[in-house]
């Protein structure tokens, strides 16, 4: 069954830190590259982070570049996301991704239910 459950989610103060965590099932998990996505409200879902199965490659959007960073432990099956210096603009439902391939370039087919990230200036 595929399975992702994204927490760490929570109200934050502009400039402030987070980190979430994506669990994930064994099954969706093995051999599969995982992103994080966001969506504000009124706008669409917007690519954030990827990482390729094997956690050699990653891609950040040109905005998060330098201030988050996706990761992943494959031995306990989860990703993660470190956020630093948020932006009162940031605030989002974050989600996180799977699909089936070992590479991050494509189309992700399996998603969570979100996180709430909310940024108080």
């Known amino acids: 069954q595929v399975r992702l459950v994204e927490s760490g989610g929570g109200l934050v103060q502009a400039g402030g830190s987070l980190r979430l965590s994506c669990a994930v099932s064994?099954?969706?998990?093995?051999?599969?590259?995982m992103g994080w996505f966001r969506q504000a409200p009124g706008k669409e879902r917007e690519f954030v982070a990827a990482i390729s199965w094997s956690g050699d490659s990653t891609f950040h959007a040109d905005f998060v570049k330098g201030r988050f960073t996706i990761s992943k432990d494959n031995a306990k099956s989860k990703v993660y996301l470190q956020m630093s210096r948020l932006g009162a603009g940031e605030t989002a439902v974050y989600y996180c991704a799977s699909r089936d391939s070992e590479s991050w370039r494509g189309l992700f087919q399996y998603w969570g239910q979100g996180s709430q990230v909310t940024v108080s200036a």
């Open positions: 064994r099954r969706t998990f093995n051999g599969n590259a």
